[in-house]
């Protein structure tokens, strides 16, 4: 049972964000009287969060945001500045992505609730998480999972080009995440190596979904040019309608290209000069890359998009036979507070949800508390928490483990991923209307 002595105070739920228990009405004076029973630390919290000076301080000058205690800078985007933070309860690192809400036109809003929402639905190890979304009135703040080993961009620099094994490792990674996204209807449109996040443990983590869209049928016809140009398909070159997954795909061939050589394919300065590039096609696998690798981008940077590889052909190729995919054939559902309160637990781990509950209830969180955030959801300091407890149990049963490359394929179930290889992409283009 979840948090039974707390249970008397949740009743009395009301007012700001940060006050999840009940015991701001009671004075100093009341407390000396009527000593306080010893407190959870969400009640401490959230009182210090009411009360006292330093923390409230703290969060008019930003130094605190919700349940979070932010530290420095670890990047910026076009929209956003992302923060070091770590959760005040659970101790937990975290990024806030902080947009400033008087810089967002109508459009910019249209693409923040795009992102929030193909982020919410997703739940994928080498998919960045989305614990919680807390908005203030001038600024919005994204809590993102932290990827802690930088960015895929920054390590190809760094590293000029990585070794074979990496390669496969990390792409086998990135394969995985956009097979799930798009098995959900989601289309990416922004994949490049500065959206490949990595972890300290060199788990790739799929970030920055600021142009993510969701389709209703895989042949739904997008037009809007999204991404960046020099991963851009001929088709969004062309300024044609296009269908999304071939589009992902044709990225993913560029990153795979930039990472086993160092360079990007298709280099240009002009974006006239790039466009023509693109669209003819023009690239040359160096011919030191080992021939299954070449196969594969060959297979991948092909302008018809209907005959260029479907993420399945891709999985069965020769050069990714010997990866393990632990994780890519099972999908864990996107998970939300009604699998803990619902005897109905869907695809959760009942080891995983005891882990969380009891955590929870150490905490001070209550079933009411539970119920109660239900609605707001994302936007719900209580999903915050269950999201970042729930993401470290299943790191710590091996989520976050990147696939393992063996010497020699062993598991018959790889060799049955060949048959992905003779699978046919039945994309077709659509044409401008
Ligand atoms: P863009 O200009 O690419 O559209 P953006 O405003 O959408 O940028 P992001 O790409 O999401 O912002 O983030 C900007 C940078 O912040 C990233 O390149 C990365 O260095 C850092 N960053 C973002 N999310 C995380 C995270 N979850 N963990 C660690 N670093 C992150
Ligand atoms: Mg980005």
């Given at each position: 049972m979840l948090g039974r002595q707390y249970q008397v105070a949740s009743t009395r739920?009301?007012?700001?964000?940060?006050?999840?228990s009940d015991n701001s009405d009671v004075g100093p004076e009341d407390e000396e009287a009527y000593p306080l029973p010893s407190l959870s630390p969400l009640q401490k919290l959230t009182r210090d969060m009411c009360k006292d000076d330093k923390t409230i301080k703290d969060l008019v000058v930003g130094r605190r945001v919700g349940f979070y205690k932010v530290r420095g800078e670890i990047g910026s985007g076009t929209f956003s500045r992302v923060k070091f933070a770590f959760h005040a309860l659970t101790k937990d690192k975290v990024a806030l992505k902080v947009l400033d809400k008087t810089r967002l036109d109508s459009h910019a809003q249209r693409l923040l609730?795009?992102?929030?929402?193909s982020m919410e639905s997703l739940s994928h190890p080498n998919v960045v998480c989305l614990y919680e979304v807390v908005e203030t009135p001038s600024r919005l703040y994204l809590v993102l999972e932290y990827a802690g080993g930088g960015d895929l961009h920054s390590r190809i620099c760094t590293e000029t080009k990585l070794s074979d094994i990496t390669c496969k490792i990390t792409f086998a990674q990135i394969l995985s995440a956009v097979k799930y996204m798009h098995k959900h209807n989601i289309i990416h449109r922004d994949l490049k190596a500065e959206n490949i996040l990595l972890t300290s443990t060199g788990c790739v983590k799929v970030a920055d979904f600021g142009f993510s869209t969701q389709i209703s049928d895989r042949s739904d016809a997008l037009d809007t040019f999204c991404g960046s140009p020099p991963y851009a398909a001929p088709e969004l070159f062309r300024e044609e309608c296009y269908l999304g997954p071939p589009v992902d795909v044709w990225a993913m061939g560029v990153v795979?290209?930039?990472?086993?050589?160092?360079?990007?394919?298709?280099?240009?300065?002009?974006?006239?000069?790039?466009?023509?590039?693109?669209?003819e096609c023009a690239y040359t696998v160096p011919p030191w890359v080992p021939g299954p690798c070449q196969r594969l981008i060959k297979g991948i940077l092909k302008a018809p998009p209907g005959e260029r590889y479907a993420v399945d052909q891709m999985m069965g190729c020769d050069w990714l036979l010997p990866v393990e995919f632990p994780w890519s054939l099972v999908h864990p559902e996107p998970s939300s507070l009604r699998s803990l309160l619902d005897s109905d637990r869907g695809s959760m781990d009942e080891e995983v949800e005891e882990e969380v509950k009891a955590t929870l209830e150490e905490l001070g969180f209550s079933v009411e508390h539970l119920h109660n955030s239900e609605t707001k959801h994302i936007r719900s300091p209580v999903t915050g928490v269950y999201r970042i407890l729930l993401h470290r149990a299943q790191t710590r049963r091996g989520s976050d483990c990147p696939p393992v490359v063996r010497g020699m394929v062993r598991d018959p179930r790889r060799?049955?991923?060949?048959?992905?290889?003779?699978?046919?992409?039945?994309?077709?283009?659509?044409?401008l209307s």
């Open positions: 739920l009301h007012h700001s964000l940060y006050s999840l609730s795009r992102e929030i929402s795979l290209f930039f990472m086993v050589t160092g360079t990007m394919p298709f280099r240009a300065d002009t974006m006239g000069k790039l466009r023509r590039c693109v669209i060799e049955g991923l060949r048959s992905y290889r003779g699978l046919k992409h039945t994309s077709k283009l659509c044409l």
